[in-house]
């Protein structure tokens, strides 16, 4: 799946973080969640190598599976 200037909304539950990926429509996620702008921080996605150290596991699934449907959809390079 291919983040790179994707939003990403922080939702804290209780002892954990989850990622959800913004779908482009603010506080929606991929995964059809909306979210209040209360309950989740919009940050923008960064990699690793630029400080960010959350890894693909603390991604929501259903956003994991819906990111990489795009991507396949779009063949290589992300091309339509």
Request: with cysteine; proline share 2%.
């Amino acid at each position: 799946m291919r983040l790179r200037d994707q939003m990403i909304l922080e939702e804290h539950q209780s002892r954990r973080t989850i990622n959800h990926v913004e779908s482009g429509i603010r506080y929606v996620s991929l995964c059809g969640e909306v979210f209040d702008e209360d309950d989740v921080e919009r940050v923008p996605y960064e990699t690793a190598d630029e400080g960010w150290g959350a890894s693909h596991e603390y991604f929501c699934s259903d956003c994991h599976s819906v990111g990489n449907r795009r991507a396949v959809n779009r063949g290589p390079g992300g091309e339509a």
